[in-house]
């Protein structure tokens, strides 16, 4: 018997919150959390975009893609659909025909662990997408199973359904509702922290000087020449 699990959709993630999260980076966030970060094998196919959303997860197995034609009507605006393939990678669950039904949704975008297919189509169809490639060899309607809405791992990072997904060129973040904010806010203040700094190298002030990195050295050189002295003296 198949086996198909699905669970209710997660609530969505505050509009103002998503809009503030496609203003920074995922690898901003990088500088201060090492968790929910899949690895870099997933990339966008053919855009620049920066989407933030909250995460619905999929499971499919193998070559079956049944429950993806099923659940996307139930995606809208808001939405980033996130697939674990469960360890294949030589089917594509994605290609032209899925992306122009995805995109009807109004869903914010796709992750998927695994490849895709018909990348120019997918492009010409306006879905943003992060994949492992490509392949020319698609799923089928094979009625085998999955599940929606369950944990999922893509590339090595555990996501829930609900948290806040950031994907753009730089990589890809995961993001529990709880601390979601204060991710997007710590973020903000380091970018724009950033931007005051720029024109200090400009004016000629070295890294080392702006960031503190000089000073650090210099204290720890000063403190083990101390220490060579005092032991020269005795």
Do not use: Y
Request: glycine share 12%; hydrophobic share 45%.
């Amino acid at each position: 018997m198949p086996a198909f699990v699905l669970r209710p959709m997660p609530a969505m993630l505050p509009a103002a919150l998503l809009d503030q999260a496609r203003m920074v980076c995922a690898a901003t966030i990088g500088h201060f959390r090492f968790l929910g970060f899949p690895d870099g094998g997933i990339r966008p196919i053919g855009s620049d975009d920066r989407i933030a959303g909250t995460a619905v997860t999929l499971a499919l197995p193998g070559m079956d893609s049944t429950l993806l034609h099923h659940i996307a009507g139930m995606l809208g605006p808001g939405f980033i659909l996130v697939i674990d393939r469960l360890g294949d990678q030589r089917h594509a669950c994605i290609g032209g025909g899925v992306a122009v039904a995805l995109k009807k949704t109004g869903v914010e975008g796709v992750v998927v662990d695994g490849p895709c297919t018909d990348p120019d189509e997918v492009q010409a169809a306006g879905l943003p997408l992060w994949s492992r490639g490509t392949s020319p060899i698609t799923t089928r309607l094979q009625g085998l199973g999955g599940a929606f809405n369950l944990p999922v791992s893509i590339g090595g990072a555990v996501v829930m359904p609900g948290d806040l997904i950031i994907a753009d060129v730089g990589g890809i973040v995961a993001i529990p509702p709880v601390e979601a904010e204060a991710a997007v806010f710590r973020a903000a203040e380091m970018e724009a922290a950033e931007n005051r700094m720029l024109p200090r190298l400009d004016e000629g002030e070295s890294l080392g000087d702006i960031s503190g990195a000089t000073a650090m050295i210099k204290k720890a050189t000063s403190v083990l020449t101390e220490a060579l002295a005092l032991q020269e003296r005795r």
